[in-house]
């Protein structure tokens, strides 16, 4: 277990100044991380020293935003102001925190403007909705050096 990324949620009229401004900041360049189709969200990525990585995203003009739980937390975020949405645990086998929590996790995706699809299953978007102290849990179902982190941007941890 350890942590993956954190996500800052925004609207869509401030996503890429608040992209610049947070690069700005932690003194990287964010990179485009792509679409998630199921998700109806989009977003900005730093990979940071340390494998972690700094995600920045937001809704899209699309029905799933609206139905998925990952675009309703992140149109609420962007709603109250914009702002840190939550933290990301990545575990080897995901299997335990289902058991945990009492239920199987949720595919998710992400397309890449170089066109690879970033898979991963992910558990416990809505008790982060319910408390944002919590974390939300994801296993990686790509290769370790497809993943955000694998190419840090900048020498911050």
């Given at each position: 277990?350890?942590?993956?990324?954190?996500?800052?949620?925004v609207a869509r009229?401030?996503?890429?100044?608040?992209?610049?401004?947070?690069?700005?900041?932690?003194?990287?360049?964010?990179?485009d991380g792509g679409v998630h189709p199921r998700f109806g969200t989009r977003n900005f990525i730093l990979p940071l020293s340390g494998g972690t990585y700094v995600e920045v995203v937001t809704t899209?003009?699309?029905?799933?935003?609206?139905?998925?739980?990952f675009g309703q937390a992140v149109a609420r975020r962007a709603?109250?102001?914009?702002?840190?949405?939550?933290?990301?645990?990545?575990?080897?086998?995901?299997?335990?925190?289902?058991a945990r929590l009492g239920r199987t996790s949720a595919e998710g995706h992400r397309v890449r403007p170089d066109g690879f699809d970033l898979r991963w299953k992910q558990i416990g978007l809505l008790e982060l909705m319910e408390d944002p102290q919590l974390p939300y849990f994801?296993?990686?179902l790509v290769p370790t050096e497809e993943r955000p982190s694998a190419d840090p941007r900048t020498p911050t941890t």
């Open positions: 277990m350890r942590l993956d990324h954190v996500s800052y949620a009229d401030s996503f890429v100044s608040t992209v610049q401004w947070i690069g700005s900041a932690l003194g990287g360049g964010f990179v899209l003009d699309h029905p799933a935003a609206d139905r998925a739980p709603a109250e102001g914009g702002g840190w949405l939550g933290w990301v645990v990545s575990v080897d086998d995901i299997a335990p925190v289902e994801l296993q990686w």
